[in-house]
């Protein structure tokens, strides 16, 4: 049992100085973002949305093989690109921080199943908009690391989706694949020219 | 790539320790206050829900979140007095934002189940209170995250297996699971 030390043990140089730290390491991972490939992610990530969105509209009876065979291969490349960006830092104190994150992103798919469930009964749109705002709450909890720019952009996204999903429901997946995979393509290509 | 190794090691170390330190200020500084307000609102909240009146159950969460609220603003401006810097600043204000965009998304999400009934409601708000205990832990330590993640399997079993007191059973495993929680945090961490 941990004892309880002396009340409120953080001065306030020490807090200073410790989240001066956490805001140089900020940058300098935004940097490294956009140095390491991570961008590369995104692009895989905007090109499933894309064709999978895009299947979903115009040829729904294939659609369900397209996202399989997409995501398969998505996640398959994202995991070899991981594997090739944690070789590059690797030490006893990344382990928890990236344990963390998995966590984090695994409890969140949970929850999502999880809303769906409780919506029910949805039909393919709904089950679709609630995946999309999981993912961008996901992407609004990671930008709490690391940094607001990273934020914004599930924003606009999230928007669109919504947009879509209410005013536009007949072309809702054909709006999605163009501006949600569409936007990420369009923000890889900026975090690697701009961060 | 012009982060090193060591830099790394160096710059996590330090979160690390911020980590332990924050865990220990929270306690001290009152934090743990939130939990028992809000453990106290979902108790008198669900307990209304369960037994009196749509309409007056209404009003009584109405009244509640009200209060809770204002006990919660008053809470966060003593405990910011604390320490206060730029840097501080961002943090909280980051974090503010945080929580104002989850309630967007809450909000979103029940606009695309809509028409949903008192429970989907409520399960609704409390998965997405939860998602931000998460994220919240996520910042802190992996031990923060278990109390969110068991009060959030205890809801849907209450959704799913006992929808008759679903209401009552949020009332005492949640509401009263926060002021345990709370009570938990002032006296161990």
Request: proline letters at 3%.
């Amino acid at each position: 049992m941990a004892k309880k030390s002396d009340p409120m043990n953080i001065s306030p140089n020490e807090a200073e100085e410790a989240l001066a730290t956490i805001q140089a390491m900020r940058k300098k991972t935004l940097h490294s973002y956009a140095n390491s490939g991570t961008y590369i992610t995104l692009i895989v990530t905007g090109i499933v949305w894309l064709v999978g969105f895009l299947s979903t509209q115009f040829v729904p009876e294939i659609s369900g093989y397209v996202w399989t065979v997409g995501s398969i291969l998505g996640t398959i490349l994202g995991t070899v690109l991981g594997f090739r960006m944690g070789k590059r830092v690797r030490s006893p104190s990344t382990a928890p921080t990236a344990k963390r994150i998995g966590l984090f992103w695994l409890l969140l798919v949970f929850y999502g199943i999880a809303t769906i469930a409780v919506a029910r009964p949805t039909d393919g749109k709904q089950a679709t908009i609630f995946i999309v705002l999981f993912i961008m709450l996901g992407q609004l909890a990671m930008g709490l690391l690391f940094s607001f720019s990273s934020v914004w952009w599930a924003l606009p996204i999230t928007a669109l989706a919504l947009v879509g999903y209410f005013l536009l429901p007949s072309i809702f997946y054909l709006w999605m694949g163009v501006l949600g995979g569409g936007g990420m393509i369009v923000l890889a290509l900026y975090i690697r020219s701009r961060w | 790539m012009n982060v090193s190794p060591t830099e790394a090691e160096e710059a996590l170390a330090a979160i690390q320790t911020m980590m332990q330190k924050t865990r220990r200020a929270i306690s001290s500084s009152g934090a743990y206050l939130f939990l028992i307000i809000w453990g106290v609102v979902w108790l008198l909240g669900f307990l209304g829900s369960q037994f009196l009146p749509i309409e007056t159950a209404g009003y009584i969460w109405i009244g509640l979140d009200t209060l809770g609220g204002i006990l919660s603003a008053v809470i966060g401006i003593r405990m910011n007095r604390g320490v206060r810097s730029l840097s501080s600043g961002t943090s909280g204000k980051r974090i503010a934002i945080f929580w104002m965009l989850l309630f967007l998304y809450c909000v979103a999400s029940i606009a695309v189940a809509w028409p949903a009934d008192g429970k989907q409601l409520a399960m609704f708000i409390i998965l997405f209170v939860m998602v931000g205990w998460l994220a919240m832990g996520l910042l802190l330590s992996f031990t923060s995250i278990w109390p969110g993640v068991i009060i959030t399997a205890l809801a849907l079993v209450g959704y799913f297996l006992l929808p008759g007191i679903f209401n009552l059973w949020m009332a005492i495993l949640g509401g009263g699971g926060m002021i345990a929680l709370g009570l938990y945090i002032h006296s161990r961490w």
